[in-house]
């Protein structure tokens, strides 16, 4: 079945409807670009007709909503979108179209990171996986296949306990020959076996270039009751036949962000505990407050002391969720009055700091883009890294060094409320900006692989402020997958195509007026 999945994809297809040039077609598990690699474009061929004929001499039969089943059992196989790979969603969604043309159905689910982690550890749930490792030595084919390492195709002995049979102990010899070699023509010699082995036995599903979908994994069955349809064609595009609803999602985040205060709080909690001492005895037993016995058992009635640990725990959580943090016992004072009195001067720098590193994100997100400026990108780029590395404490005693003795700029020993604030705004914004920034970075990286940039240029729009000419030639990658539909899965060079995708051509003026 999985060598009937290999030759169902289409991945020029893939390739040409959702990425760029920078994205070409993959020709084997590694990158031409890595030692070791093979071209092993001869065993990748899409072949419709041979998938359909594997698929019957297993025993797969089409039934009457196309999608095939054997022994009561529908090939209905499910696999989550990997959501730090740009376009992997659509990828996905692509080759589900071209499964279901030789009868098999697959469920692309949403990459939520807590059930895509356990799900993907069970087979039965999960019989495809979506990985990449971005390493150019041949000891990442074993990193990435090998049962002690990641382990993406689950082998008995591996990450999941779930797998009880399945195991390619010459698969793994191959993998460990790689490591144990001593000669570098021998140790890509194994490479390249290894490599030839993982497609023959149609283990990955290869499209674009460090991009590679793990098939079926052996031994595992297809999944029933699964849904047959994830997206449905239709003249205009793909229309998604079940929209995320951002109000269950900002309620799941709210959910987790409850736990999590829940999780921390009762970690707190007994990790106090089990410290050795007695807090309310160190406050009051000391001989200088003078307290009497009687006295200091009273003030362990009133902090709850003496009672039972699992009654000390819920007395505290419902009196934190009625707004009721207790008593300081260095303070003496209610813990709610302590927060309100110091809240002003805390957000009197945190507000600042957070606003300012919120703007040095963007200003280094946006200059890393510049055009023409390779060398700038580069030193932007590693800036956060640099402010993520330094400690707060040490960047706030460079700033006095700098401001106060290097440049005397400094207000001096008795500054004002807001000249007061310039250096710890500083010091504080510098290292929550950089991972802000590097989210920004990443978040442009993957928009700018994105079918609606790649193909703006090629429809005639502006790339770096210089105004290119209309396509002429095929369609553009932004408009294959509209092209590709509404000419039911035709070839999209015809005219009426290139018209609906290229932009209008204003008419000349009439000198008389006229349009």
Not at 143 to 157: C, E
Not at 195 to 205: E, G
Not at 359 to 372: E, I, M
Request: glycine share 6%.
């Amino acid at each position: 079945m999985r060598q009937a999945l290999l030759h169902a994809t289409n991945a020029r297809q893939v390739v040409e409807t959702l990425f760029s040039a920078n994205y070409p077609q993959a020709t084997s598990v590694l990158a031409s670009s890595a030692a070791g690699y093979v071209n092993l474009s001869d065993k990748l061929t899409f072949d419709q007709a041979k998938a359909r004929q594997l698929l019957d001499d297993a025993g797969w039969k089409p039934a009457a909503d196309g999608i095939r089943s054997k022994d009561g059992q529908r090939l209905a196989l499910t696999v989550y979108e990997s959501l730090p790979q740009p376009q992997n969603k659509e990828v996905l969604q692509l080759i589900a179209q071209q499964w279901r043309q030789v009868g098999v159905a697959l469920t692309v689910k949403a990459g939520d990171a807590g059930s895509r982690t356990l799900d993907n550890l069970d087979p039965q749930k999960t019989p495809l996986t979506v990985s990449e490792v971005g390493r150019a030595d041949p000891d990442v084919v074993k990193s990435m296949f090998f049962p002690n390492n990641r382990d993406a195709l689950l082998q008995k002995g591996g990450s999941s306990d779930k797998v009880q049979r399945f195991r390619d102990d010459k698969l793994n010899d191959l993998l460990t020959g790689i490591s144990a070699a001593v000669e570098p023509q021998q140790r890509l010699q194994l490479t390249g076996d290894a490599q030839r082995y993982l497609i023959d036995n149609a283990y990955v599903i290869l499209f674009s270039k460090s991009r590679r979908c793990s098939p079926a994994r052996r031994g595992s069955k297809a999944s029933a009751s699964r849904p047959s349809v994830v997206r449905r064609s239709t003249a205009r595009g793909w229309t998604s036949t079940k929209r995320p609803v951002m109000s269950a999602y900002l309620l799941r985040r709210f959910g987790q962000g409850l736990l999590v205060l829940w999780a921390a709080f009762t970690l707190t909690f007994f990790l106090l505990q089990v410290l050795p001492g007695d807090a309310v005895l160190i406050k009051f037993q000391n001989p200088d407050l003078g307290l009497s016995p009687a006295q200091i058992a009273e003030m362990r009635l009133a902090y709850g002391a003496d009672s039972p640990l699992w009654r000390q725990y819920l007395h505290t959580l419902l009196a934190m969720l009625h707004g009721d943090f207790g008593y300081s016992l260095q303070a003496g004072l209610a813990v709610s009055s302590l927060i309100a009195s110091n809240l002003p001067d805390t957000l009197s720098l945190a507000l600042p700091a957070f606003l300012l590193a919120v703007a040095l994100a963007f200003a280094l997100a946006f200059a890393s883009r510049l055009p023409g400026l390779r060398w700038l990108s580069n030193f932007l780029q590693s800036l956060p890294v640099l402010f993520i590395s330094l400690p707060t404490f040490w960047l706030g005693i460079a700033l006095i060094q700098l401001f106060s003795f290097q440049f005397a700029l400094d207000p001096g020993n008795q500054p004002g409320p807001l000249e007061g604030l310039i250096l710890p705004v500083i010091a504080v914004a510098l290292p929550i900006s950089a991972p802000l920034a590097q989210i920004l970075m990443r978040s442009m990286d993957q928009v700018a692989v994105q079918p609606f940039v790649a193909g703006r240029p090629r429809q005639g729009h502006e790339r770096n402020g210089r105004p290119l000419a209309p396509c002429d030639g095929e369609c553009p990658a932004a408009g294959a997958e509209y092209c590709r539909a509404a000419a039911r899965r035709t070839d999209c060079r015809g005219a009426d195509h290139r018209d609906r995708l290229r932009p209008q051509r204003p008419r000349p003026a009439d000198p008389a007026g006229g349009q």
